[in-house]
């Protein structure tokens, strides 16, 4: 049995929509934040305020898994008898909880695409390379996850911007499962590296992997620009870009793309050292490169 003032604080805390959202999720299965954030469309912060409200009123609990903190409904009190009542009132049927459980039944991890022929390719490319010991790197993107074994592999420091959140905690994952330690940042803004990105990073790197693959083809000068400032002096340029033959292209060719490339590298201080061809499934350009020296820096200017 429960007290007068127990029922209020229980009724307060789950009367409100976006709390019903989050019980029926919790009783479903322990989510962190970020999932539960995900699968409502709304944001950590906003989540985050809920769950404190239910968790306050002891209708939700904290579970710590590793580093990370997963939230489930109550178990084994009043609060959790008060529950399992009012979640029975539920209609299971109903079109916005069988979305959330649906949505909720992809995995973190799954954020990355599986292992492919072309992911492969592009780790091979980089593991071919000379480098030098232990470099620390960054990698910009990863729709590729064997990008992230392949910085692994490098021994250095490693930092990765990943543009959605469910790709950061899945990245975060693979490194713990694979042992090594790296540092993962939200992109301020999708499909960007903006100067506000490398001030939370607070250093330069040996090496910098654009995973640009499934990137607004508009937006990589920026992206270059950007690179350049987080590489160091000595530092090594991968980039891997789609590559769109000009005899397929339904409009008249005004600049060849590799020429382009070539111009938005330079531009964006670079020296490109070599261009290599991929074909895995898709055309795709793996673009090695370094920052120019100051003779070259004039030329193309």
Known sequence: MAGSQALLTWLRATAEATRLRLLALCAHKELSVSDLAEVLGQSEPRVSRHLRILTEAGLVERVRQGQWVHYRCARGTPAATFLQGLLSQLDRADPTLVRDRERAQTPAAAALPAASRLGRELRAV?????????PSALLVGAEHPELLTAVAALGG????????????????????????????????????????DLDRLDRTFDVVLLDHLAAPRSALPALLAAARRALGARGQLWLFEPYDAP?????????????????????????CERIRPIEAGQHVLAVRAAPAAAGELNRAS
Do not use: K
Not at 177 to 196: K, M, Y
Not at 248 to 267: K, N, T
């Open 157 to 196: 420091e490693c930092a990765v911007i990943a543009h959605t959140r469910r790709a950061a905690q899945a990245i975060r994952a693979s490194a713990e499962r694979q042992g090594f330690a790296c540092r993962v940042l939200l992109a301020t803004r999708p499909g960007e590296l903006l100067q506000r």
């Open 247 to 271: 005899e397929s292209a339904q409009q008249r060719v005004v600049e060849h793309p590799i020429a382009r490339l070539r111009r938005w590298l330079a531009e964006a201080g670079f020296s």
């Open 126 to 134: 980089i593991e071919a390379e000379p480098m030098a010991e232990a």
